[in-house]
């Protein structure tokens, strides 16, 4: 072979090597990149869903250890990050990090610390970029009795939404869910609306915190996933409401109902009929307004099935007890 000949195929033999590092590197899961930047005692990986969260976003967060873990907690912009075991595999744990809807753009630092089985220490951080989301903004001419409650309406408005940041403050120490998040109504997919901000004869009205799925009245409305029943009544705002508790922080909540058939301590599994789509509350039309909080994070609940689609069984779910022991 002639020395052109032979730099020529030395060459083409270059350019395959890094066109197959460039196909490997475009192959690797986006988790692996978000780990860049994480911190971790020796022995120990703490992986992202993504490398950034968004207002109203949620994040599954996985610890993975080279030995068993006993234990593992978390902590981000003030809350607590449960996590459970969700496979046979004691070496991991998992957890979901909310982002409240008004969480300010920038950068949260995430800690994680934990104890292996022997009782080594273990801890992990990692800095977790927030941006800021894409909302609607919606401009409308009402009645003054939409922007304008009376002092009654408003004592009892305030008081509503106390009980409810009372009930989302109480956590669960149990995992009460088992399998995969479903959409509360059949043959639907998606929702709109989460996020919109309403601005009402000129005042800017708070960001709706739910998705709004479509749905004729009377339509079943399901339970998206196992829990207890820890509201069902009358409120100002969402009309006929029900609140399931999954355990370690997350509420689905449901609003508008034309109907309640469901109580407060009801133990309620997957599909359970909560209610009948309505147009209950403040409303203008019949459907079913559904809200998800993460430890007190307002989250946009379709996420939840995206994230959680994949959920282990039910032996896993008698071995949880408490966030650090699962």
């Known amino acids: 072979m002639s020395l052109r000949a032979s730099t020529a195929a030395g060459k083409r033999r270059v350019r395959f090597a890094l066109a197959c590092v460039a196909a490997g590197a475009a192959l690797l899961p ?4 978000a780990k860049e930047g994480n911190a971790c005692t020796p022995g120990t990986a703490l992986h992202q869903s993504a490398p950034t969260a968004t207002q109203g976003g949620l994040l599954l967060i996985e610890v993975k250890s080279t030995k068993p873990l006993a234990e593992v907690s978390g902590e981000w912009e003030g809350r607590s990050v449960p996590f459970w075991r969700d496979s046979e595999d004691d070496r991991q744990r998992k957890g979901l990090l909310g982002v409240d809807l008004e969480t300010a753009p920038g950068g949260y630092e995430l800690k994680v610390k934990g104890q292996t089985a022997s009782g080594d220490k273990i801890s992990c951080s990692a800095q977790v970029a927030v941006r800021k989301g894409r909302f609607a903004t919606e ?76 749905g004729a009245t009377g339509t079943p409305v399901h339970a998206a996933q ?101």
Do not use: C
Not at 30 to 33: D, F, G, H, K, Q
């Open 30 to 33: 986006v988790r692996t990149m």
């Open 139 to 214: 401009n409308l001419q009402v009645g003054k009795q939409f922007v304008e409650p009376s002092p009654e309406q408003i004592k009892r408005a305030d008081e509503e939404r106390q009980k409810l940041r009372d009930i989302f403050d109480r956590v669960t120490r149990e995992r009460l869910w088992d399998g995969k998040f479903r959409i509360p109504l059949d043959g639907v997919t998606t929702g709109t609306n989460f996020g919109r901000r309403r601005i009402l004869n000129g005042n800017p009205g708070s960001p709706h915190g739910g998705v709004d799925l479509p």
């Open 226 to 326: 196992r829990g207890n029943v820890v509201l069902a009544e009358e409120l100002f705002f969402a009309g006929n409401a029900v609140v399931v508790d999954h355990g370690l922080g997350i509420y689905t909540f449901y609003g508008h109902l034309s109907e309640i058939d469901v109580k407060v301590g009801d133990a309620v599994e997957t599909g359970a009929v909560l209610g009948k789509v309505g147009a209950t509350g403040r409303v203008t039309g019949p459907h079913l307004h559904w809200g998800l909080t993460v430890e007190r994070a307002r989250v946009n609940p379709l996420l939840l099935v995206t994230l959680l689609g994949g959920s282990s069984g039910e032996r896993t779910r008698r071995k949880s007890s408490k966030p650090g022991t699962k």
